[in-house]
T-cell receptor, first 112, second 116 residues
């Protein structure tokens, strides 16, 4: 069945460091891919999405490119801030949006 | 847009009791999802409604679990004869269904269930 495998954490970075969180997926058909973020004490929020191969989702300085050949959707940010400290979830949905599958989450802590 | 609302925020109950949670989606969203999330894990899909029709159910949803969305607006998730393993955060999410691209889900803050 469909699934998402996400880089395990926790990840600790210094402010202004480069961030990569790896995500790979297994799916039949052509899923849509998402990154969600959960800040401390808050609910899950959509960070970015991509709906077809080679699409690049971007938001708040974060980017991820839908790579069909490597079945990946890695999250990147060039310069992290303390306010980026959160748990990041990679997710996919089937074409009809009937089911969503989430990774286990990667906790990021950015230190000044 | 008032967001997805879940009630209660916390529920503590004894093993064997029944519990019911409520979710109010964003008003124009016709899709509603329930998830379960345990510590250190991502949300696990439980069930999905399109308007009042329950279209998908995960194998995680044992016969002790039932969900309804009677008028296509709010939804309830009931767990009967609760067990220790039911302790988790129960998340509700909603989304519109328009266009060909999948719409992202908007999540509520969840109901945390603790079984004593």
């Amino acid at each position: 069945g469909d699934s998402v495998t996400q880089m395990e954490g926790p990840v600790t970075l210094s402010e202004e460091a480069f961030l990569t969180i790896n995500c790979t997926y297994t799916a039949t058909g052509y899923p849509s891919l998402f990154w969600y973020v959960q800040y401390p004490g808050e609910g899950l929020q959509l960070l970015l999405k991509a709906t077809k191969a080679d699409d690049k989702g971007s938001n708040k300085g974060f980017e991820a490119t839908y790579r069909k050949e490597t079945t990946s959707f890695h999250l990147e940010k060039g310069s992290v801030q303390v306010s980026d400290s959160a748990v990041y979830f990679c997710a996919l949905s089937d074409r009809g949006g009937n089911q969503f599958y989430f990774g286990t989450g990667t906790s990021l802590t950015v230190i000044p | 847009d008032t967001g997805v609302s879940q009630d209660p925020r916390h529920k503590i109950t004894k093993r064997g009791q029944n519990v019911t949670f409520r979710c109010d989606p964003i008003s124009e969203h016709n899709r509603l999802y329930w998830y379960r999330q345990t510590l250190g894990q991502g949300p696990e899909f439980l069930t999905y409604f399109q308007n009042e029709a329950q279209l998908e159910k995960s194998r995680l949803l044992s016969d002790r679990f039932s969900a309804e969305r009677p008028k296509g607006s709010f939804s309830t998730l009931e767990i009967q004869r609760t067990e220790q393993g039911d302790s988790a955060m129960y998340l509700c999410a909603s989304s519109p269904s328009r266009g060909e691209s999948n719409q992202p889900q908007h999540f509520g803050d969840g109901t945390r269930l603790s079984i004593l």
